[in-house]
């Protein structure tokens, strides 16, 4: 079964910073694909923040740029996406793939910024 688990989300206040964890499970290897990060708020489409290719080069939309930095850890076949600075606006589900049209969206991980 292709999964991927997304963990770390939580509530922190406004300037505060959060490390998310994105699993693949046996089905998938991150280290060979492009791996990203993407959000949902309430009423609201899904975005891309973050995006990351098995060479380690990284990209980012200007929104999140300077704050958000995506990783892997191939040993661990894990893409995490560390999150400094948080504002409200960043209040989200947030969740990790690859190809959206070749594996399924994980539950995502909630995260709340609080003023």
């Known amino acids: 079964q292709v999964q991927l688990v997304e963990s770390g989300g939580g509530l922190v206040q406004a300037g505060g910073s959060l490390r998310l964890s994105c699993a693949g499970s046996?089905?998938?290897?991150?280290?060979?694909?492009?791996m990203a990060w993407y959000r949902q708020a309430p009423g609201k489409r899904r975005e891309l923040v973050a995006t990351i290719t098995p060479g380690g080069t990284t990209n980012y939309p200007d929104s999140v740029k300077a704050r958000f930095t995506i990783s892997r850890d191939n040993a661990k076949n894990t893409v995490y996406l560390q999150m400094n600075s948080l504002n409200p606006d960043d209040t989200a589900v947030y969740y990790c793939n690859s190809d959206p049209s070749h594996f399924p969206w994980g539950q995502g991980t909630q995260v709340t910024v609080s003023s």
């Open positions: 046996r089905r998938i290897i991150l280290s060979i694909n492009v």
